[in-house]
C-alpha cells in the first residue's frame, strides 16, 4: 500500500456556453500572468537601471517579491484598476496564472544559481494570444458528480459532459481511496480536457514472478526484446500516419503560412490544415501511450526486477536517420513509465550505465566484441562459437547485470520531486506525473548530456 499522487485525465465535451466559460477562465489566467510578470520585469529593470548610475545595493528601489503568496496579494490590490471584470471569472484563474509565474521565476532563479541542472532556463516570456490554453482550480467545488459517471463539475463553469465514462476514477473515489486536489482545464489539439491531480492509496499486487530478472533491449526494429526470449513489436503508429501527414503538409504548403519579416500574418486556411497535423499527431501519439502503458504495466506485473538501459534518447534524435524511428518508438517515455509503476509495485529497477556495452558483450562467455555493426542482425562469439539474435544477446546480458550488481541506488523506491504545489506531501510524489510536467531528476537532464555519435548507434539495434 503506499500513497502516491496520479493524474485521471478526461476529455470534455463542453456546450457552448461552457466552451466560452472555460476560454475565459483560461484568458484570465494569462492575463494574471502577464500582469505579474510585467510588474516584476519593470521592477528589474529599473533596480539594473538604477545599479548602472552607481547606486549602492541598499539604495535600489527594493525588489518585489516574486512567491505566489505575494503575487496574489498584490493581485488582489490591483485587480480592481487593472482588470475591473475581475468578476467574471473564478479567482483561482487569476491564482493560477501567478502560481504559474511564481514557478518558472524559481525555476529561472534556480537555473541561473545553478541550483537546477540541465539546460538554462530564460527568463520568463509574456504569453501570446495563441499560447496553449490552461487554468488550474485548487479550491471551489470541482470533481465527479455523485451518482453519475459522465459528468464532471468545475468551479463557476458548472457540470461539464464527458467524452468518456469517470468510471476508473469515481470507483477510488467511491471507496474512499482517492482524494481529489486539483483540477486542471486544458485545449489541445481541438480538444478540451480536465486533468485532475489525486492522492491515491494504491493497493498494487506483487509481480506474479518474483523471483525472475528480465533485461528489457529496446529498439527500433522491434520496440523491445526481452530476455524471456519474449519480441514485441514495434507498432509504429507514425510510420502508418506518414502518408496522410505527408498530404496535409502538402496541402499546408499550398497556404498562405506566417512568415515573419514581412509580418505576414497566416490564413485562415492554413492554420486549419495545421490544426488537422496536430489533431492527426495527438491520435499517434495516444495510440502510442497506450501500447506503452499496456507493456509496462504488465512488465511490472509480471517480473521482480527489470534492467533497462540508459540510453541517450535526445542523442539519438539528433542522428537525423534515427530521429523519426526513434521518437516514434517513445523509449524514454517507456523507462519513465517502468521507473514510476516499478515504485508503485515495489519492484526493482536496475538501469544500466550508459557505456556498458549490452551488444557487444557474449552473453555465454563474456567476450567483449571490439566492434558490432548495425546491421550485424546476428551476434556471433569468435572466442566461443555462441550464435544468437543480437537483441536477445543484449537482453541477456541486461538481466545479467542485475544479478553480479544486487544493490542498486535505483532499486525499490524510485521517487523524484517536481515542483509544484506548497504544502503538499512531497513524499508521496511519483515521477513527473503529479504535475505534467517532467520530472526535473529523471530522464529530462540526461537528455542534455553528450555522447560521442558512434555509441549513440551501437546502443540502437
Ligand atoms: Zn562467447
Given at each position: ?23 475565459s ?19 528589474r ?10 547606486l ?41 496564472g ?7 521565476l ?12 540541465g539546460?538554462k ?19 471551489g ?51 478540451w ?7 491515491i ?9 518474483p ?30 500516419a ?27 486556411r ?12 495527438t ?16 512488465l511490472v506485473?509480471?517480473f ?26 517513445g ?78 541506488p ?7 520531486e ?26 529530462g ?17
Amino acid at each position: 500500500m503506499s500513497t502516491v499522487l496520479q493524474a485521471y485525465r478526461f476529455a470534455l465535451d463542453p456546450n457552448p456556453d461552457q466552451e466560452s466559460a472555460l476560454r475565459s477562465h483560461c484568458g484570465a489566467q494569462r492575463f494574471a500572468f502577464n500582469w505579474g510578470l510585467a510588474r516584476i520585469k519593470a521592477n528589474r529593470d529599473q533596480r539594473k537601471a538604477e545599479a548602472s548610475y552607481g547606486l549602492d545595493w541598499d539604495e535600489l528601489t527594493p525588489s518585489v517579491s516574486r512567491s505566489a503568496y505575494s503575487l496574489r496579494k498584490d493581485w488582489n490590490q490591483a485587480k480592481d484598476m487593472v482588470a475591473p471584470w475581475w468578476q467574471e471569472n473564478s479567482k483561482e484563474a487569476y491564482s493560477s496564472g501567478l502560481a504559474n509565474l511564481a514557478a518558472a521565476l524559481k525555476n529561472w532563479g534556480d537555473s541561473n544559481t545553478g541550483k537546477r541542472k540541465g539546460r538554462k532556463l530564460a527568463f520568463p516570456k509574456f504569453k501570446g494570444r495563441r499560447a496553449g490554453l490552461s487554468c488550474r482550480f485548487t479550491t471551489g467545488s470541482f470533481g465527479l458528480v455523485d451518482g453519475d459517471r459522465r459528468h464532471v463539475k468545475l468551479p463557476r463553469i458548472g457540470v461539464v459532459r464527458t467524452h468518456e465514462s469517470t468510471r476508473k476514477l469515481a470507483r477510488h473515489v467511491e471507496r474512499g481511496r482517492a482524494r481529489i486536489r486539483s483540477a486542471t482545464v486544458s485545449y489541445r489539439a481541438g480538444r478540451w480536457c480536465v486533468s485532475f491531480s489525486v492522492e491515491i492509496t494504491r493497493d498494487d499486487p506483487a509481480p506474479a514472478q518474483p523471483d525472475v530478472t528480465v533485461g528489457v533491449d529496446l529498439g527500433i526494429k522491434s520496440l523491445a526484446v526481452l530476455s524471456t526470449g519474449e519480441v514485441i513489436a514495434n507498432p509504429k503508429h507514425l510510420e502508418v500516419a506518414q502518408r496522410e501527414l505527408r498530404r496535409l503538409q502538402r496541402q499546408a504548403s499550398r497556404r498562405q503560412g506566417p512568415d515573419r519579416r514581412p509580418g505576414q500574418k497566416p490564413s485562415n486556411r492554413w492554420r486549419k490544415t495545421q490544426a488537422r497535423i496536430a489533431k492527426l499527431h495527438t491520435t499517434v501519439a495516444n495510440a502510442r501511450h497506450d501500447g506503452l502503458h499496456k507493456l509496462t504495466t504488465r512488465l511490472v506485473r509480471t517480473f521482480g526486477a527489470i534492467v533497462l538501459e540508459d540510453l541517450n534518447v535526445a542523442g539519438m534524435v539528433k542522428n537525423r536517420r534515427l530521429a523519426r524511428q526513434v521518437a516514434g518508438v517513445g523509449m524514454a517515455e517507456l523507462r519513465r513509465q517502468v521507473e514510476y509503476k516499478a515504485s508503485w509495485a515495489g519492484v526493482c529497477v536496475h538501469v544500466a550505465d550508459r557505456w556498458y556495452p549490452s551488444s557487444k558483450t557474449c552473453s555465454d562467455c563474456g567476450v567483449v566484441k571490439a566492434k558490432l555493426r548495425l546491421s550485424d542482425r546476428v551476434f556471433t562469439c569468435s572466442s566461443c562459437g555462441m550464435s544468437l539474435d543480437r537483441d536477445l544477446n543484449a537482453a541477456h546480458n541486461l538481466a545479467k547485470l542485475a544479478e553480479t550488481t544486487t544493490s542498486s541506488p535505483s532499486c525499490g523506491a524510485t521517487v523524484n520531486e517536481p515542483d509544484g504545489n506548497p504544502h503538499k506531501p512531497r513524499s508521496t510524489r511519483a515521477a513527473g506525473i503529479a504535475t505534467g510536467r517532467p520530472a526535473p531528476n529523471s530522464a529530462g537532464q540526461r537528455r542534455h548530456r553528450k555522447a560521442p555519435a558512434h555509441d549513440t548507434l551501437s546502443h540502437v539495434s
